[in-house]
T-cell receptor, first 114, second 113 residues
Framework: EAQVTQNPRYLITVTGKKLTVTCSQN?????MSWYRQDPGLGLRQIYY???????DKGDVPEGYKVSRKEKRNFPLILESPSPNQTSLYFC?????????????FGQGTRLTVV | DQQVKQNSPSLSVQEGRISILNCDYT??????FLWYKKYPAEGPTFLIS?????DKNEDGRFTVFLNKSAKHLSLHIVPSQPGDSAVYFC????????????FGAGTQVVVTP
C-alpha cells in the first residue's frame, strides 16, 4: 500500500530537549516536505526536499532542521524545541514535476512542547 | 504574508444541496491549484486539481473553477453528502517546482441531514 508514515503520532516534550520526527514514504517519490498546521493559518511549509541531499527552506524554517540521506526518509529535527513549536506536523511526498501530480500526506504528529 | 486565502472558516450545508468553497490567491505566477480534504486525526488527502491553462475541471460530484483574472478559484460539491463533512484546504503551486505548495487556512464544511 502506497503511504507516508510518520512517527511518533503524539509527542510531549520539554523545552530544549532535542527531538526527531521521522517520515518515510514507499512510493519512490522525489519530493518530500514538512508542514505545520496551526489554527487560522492552515498548512505552512517548513522545509522541502527535491531529491537526496537537496533541501530548501519553506516559509517557516526557523528552529527546524531536515536531512535527506535516502530517498525514502525525510526526518524533521528540532534541536532545541520551544513552546511556539507546539503544533500539528505533516510530512508529504510527491512525484514532482508535471501536471496531475498530487502530494500524499502522512497522518500527522501532534507535538506539545512544555 | 499568506498568498492563498480562504476567507470562510466554516460552511454549513444541507444534505443534497450544493457546497461552494472559495479561495483567492495573490501570486499570479501560480500555475497549478489543488484542493485537499482533511478529516480529524488524519492527514490531508488529495481531492481535485486544475492547471492554469483550464478554467474548469470536474471529477464526479466535485468541480473546480478557476478565474485567473480575478485570482479566484472555487470548489463545488454537488450533491453534498454527510461524508463530505471535513476541512477543505485550497493549495497553489508551480508545475515545474513541486516543492513549494502554498495552502490556505481551510474551510470547515458541515453537511447536515
Amino acid at each position: 500500500e502506497a503511504q507516508v508514515t510518520q512517527n511518533p503520532r503524539y509527542l510531549i516534550t520539554v523545552t530544549g530537549k532535542k527531538l526527531t520526527v521521522t517520515c518515510s514514504q514507499n512510493m519512490n517519490h522525489e519530493y518530500m516536505s514538512w508542514y505545520r498546521q496551526d489554527p487560522g493559518l492552515g498548512l505552512r511549509q517548513i522545509y522541502y526536499s527535491m531529491n537526496v541531499e537537496v533541501t530548501d527552506k519553506g516559509d517557516v524554517p526557523e528552529g527546524y532542521k531536515v536531512s535527506r540521506k535516502e530517498k525514502r526518509n525525510f526526518p524533521l529535527i528540532l534541536e532545541s524545541p520551544s513552546p511556539n513549536q507546539t503544533s500539528l506536523y505533516f510530512c508529504a511526498s510527491s512525484l514532482g514535476r508535471g501536471r496531475d501530480t498530487e502530494a500524499f500526506f502522512g497522518q500527522g504528529t501532534r507535538l506539545t512542547v512544555v | 504574508d499568506q498568498q492563498v486565502k480562504q476567507n470562510s472558516p466554516s460552511l454549513s450545508v444541507q444534505e443534497g444541496r450544493i457546497s461552494i468553497l472559495n479561495c483567492d490567491y495573490t501570486n499570479s505566477m501560480f500555475d497549478y491549484f489543488l484542493w485537499y480534504k482533511k478529516y480529524p486525526a488524519e492527514g490531508p488527502t488529495f481531492l481535485i486539481s486544475i492547471s492554469s491553462i483550464k478554467d474548469k475541471n470536474e471529477d464526479g460530484r466535485f468541480t473546480v473553477f478557476l478565474n485567473k483574472s480575478a485570482k479566484h478559484l472555487s470548489l463545488h460539491i454537488v450533491p453534498s453528502q454527510p461524508g463530505d463533512s471535513a476541512v477543505y484546504f485550497c493549495a497553489a503551486g508551480f508545475v515545474d517546482s513541486w516543492g513549494k505548495l502554498q495552502f490556505g487556512a481551510g474551510t470547515q464544511v458541515v453537511v447536515t441531514p
